[in-house]
T-cell receptor, first 111, second 114 residues
Framework: GQNIDQPTEMTATEGAIVQINCTYQ??????LFWYQQHAGEAPTFLSY??LDGLEEKGRFSSFLSRSKGYSYLLLKELQMKDSASYLC????WGGGNKLTFGTGTQLKVEL | KAGVTQTPRYLIKTRGQQVTLSCSPI?????VSWYQQTPGQGLQFLFE???????NKGNFPGRFSGRQFSNSRSEMNVSTLELGDSALYLC?????????????FGEGSRLTVL
């Protein structure tokens, strides 16, 4: 099976940078996703990593190390609207679109 | 283009009843996945349909079932409802294929079982 760990809560200041870590254990890794979910809303796609390294998309970047079973999501120039839950999810080979999600990291951005 | 549409958005049922939820994927998407989200368990995979065939199934009892139609629209059914079935049910669509691809989620159907 799979096991995904990420911190439950984080707090950061507007304008700052925050890094949300995710560690995973899986039998046949085939990609890691990051989603953002505001309260009462659907998860929205942020990033997808399948190879080692950093993927940058505007204020958001995601890093993957397959050998370490580790990923992080980096949010720069934090804004109040970034307050949300950030979900890490892993897909296995042969799993189609079966994603295993972590329980999410609730990020609170303060003034 | 239109996103993933789920109906109904909210519903209340009593124990023992059954419920059917509907999902219309993004036009051109052939894969539809269903997830259950609860505060305690987070997002958990129910099943995935691709080209009208169930491609994957999660660890849920047989009371949870689904199907996909030729136009890629999908329905899921929960029979003999239990209190613990109260949750947000999310549908996600993607182009599909071996790599899967990015998943786009609908707004969800919030089910309350009394």
């Amino acid at each position: 099976g799979q096991n995904i760990d990420q911190p439950t809560e984080m707090t950061a200041t507007e304008g700052a940078i925050v890094q949300i870590n995710c560690t995973y254990q899986t039998s046949g890794f085939n990609g890691l996703f990051w989603y953002q979910q505001h309260a009462g809303e659907a998860p929205t796609f942020l990033s997808y990593n399948v190879l080692d390294g950093l993927e940058e998309k505007g204020r958001f970047s995601s890093f993957l190390s397959r050998s370490k079973g580790y990923s992080y999501l980096l949010l720069k120039e934090l804004q109040m609207k970034d307050s949300a839950s950030y979900l890490c999810a892993v897909r296995d080979w042969g799993g189609g679109n079966k994603l295993t999600f972590g329980t999410g990291t609730q990020l609170k951005v303060e003034l | 283009k239109a996103g993933v549409t789920q109906t109904p958005r909210y519903l209340i049922k009593t124990r023992g009843q059954q419920v059917t939820l509907s999902c219309s994927p993004i036009s051109g998407h052939r894969s539809v996945s269903w997830y259950q989200q609860t505060p305690g368990q987070g997002l958990q995979f129910l099943f995935e349909y691709f080209s009208e065939t169930q491609r994957n199934k999660g660890n849920f009892p047989g009371r949870f079932s689904g199907r996909q139609f030729s136009n890629s629209r999908s329905e899921m059914n929960v029979s003999t409802l239990e209190l613990g079935d109260s949750a947000l049910y999310l549908c996600a669509s993607s182009l599909g294929g071996e790599q899967g691809g990015e998943l786009f989620f609908g707004e969800g159907s919030r089910l309350t079982v009394l």
